[in-house]
């Protein structure tokens, strides 16, 4: 993996057993909420149409994003594409493993049982293990993540599956089915943005997925229900949660774990002002960290541009700090990569400026180390 070694830190990150209880806690508390027919019921009238098709199966490879504070772990978003997970695994062995770029065989079992069980939800069992994948990202060999992309490619051939990488403009798609060089796809593998399928690109992909004639996960159903940054308004109102039937003790977990989050348009917009140093804005529809603005550094101007229904207000809950030798000490997020609610592994990102990134000297993927 030619990129590895400025994606990998030579830090380590320590994490308390109690802290990660806590953000198993919270994982399985959010999957039980998004199965529970309320919630349902509030959510789905108001996310695109792609998204209230429920197409019977989850979303490989989520990732649930925390900051550590002295008061424990706090939720910073929810991914439905998340990468990296090879990164993670190599930062925990970078000079053994770093000619390689596949996973390792105690971490392949479960990624595969991941996309087996997938198939199996869409083709209510008649199905055990898809016979072709297509990796999907946009201009995959463009992307900074290619070489993971290549890695699970390896991993599915060496399983007996079929599998390819590409652009939605290499598939051909329709409402029949997927077709990569001529061959049916029974799965794909999305790591593309368009997380409601909204662009023209897309739209054969998305008239397949609707058929149900294709396995599309992660997909936008799961993107609705736990993805979308919207959610997270509901998630830190401990009212809307008990009107959606979690008890008591599911909603401490939350309460406790998710900052207080509103869209803008549900605020006093010059109270928000007054007391931005307070918040974080984050832009619902946009991925990762891009048009994430400090409060702090906002400029009036620039605040009176936000629009309200589409920017998301969260309670800014500063990084945690990592020493980094020979370096100053670097901010640092926790990442649970999830399926469902089994974790398939825990993975620190370290890094200087304002938002994550695999660029910066000396930061990049750290190994997570757990103390009492």
Known sequence: MPFYREAISSATVTLSRRDLTRMIRVVRTLYRLSRLDAYRQRILP?????ARFDPGHDAVMMGYDFHLTPQGPRLIEVNTNAGGVLLAYLSHFPDSAAARSRLPERLVEKVLTSFAEEMQG????????????????????????????????????RAGIRATIADPC???????????????????YNRHCDFYLDGSEMAGIRAAYLAGNVCLTPNPFTYGLLADKRRLALWSDPEALASFGLDAGEIEVLAGVVPESRLLCDTDAEDIWRQRKDWVFKPVSRFGSRGVLLGRKISRTRFDELPPGETLVQRHVPPSMTDVEGDEPMKTDLRLYVYRTHILGV????????????????GGFAPVKLRA
């Open 46 to 50: 108001q996310v695109p149409e792609a």
């Open 170 to 188: 290499g598939l051909a798609a329709d409402a029949g089915g997927v077709a990569a060089g001529g061959e049916r796809i029974d799965l794909i």
């Open 347 to 362: 993975a620190a990102r370290l890094y200087h400026g304002q938002v994550t990134n695999l660029r910066t000297a000396g």
């Open 122 to 157: 869409l083709s209510r069992g008649a199905v055990k293990m898809p016979g072709t994948i297509a990796i999907l990202d946009e201009e995959p060999e463009k992307q900074y993540l290619y070489q993971e992309m290549v890695a699970f490619s390896e991993l599915f051939e």
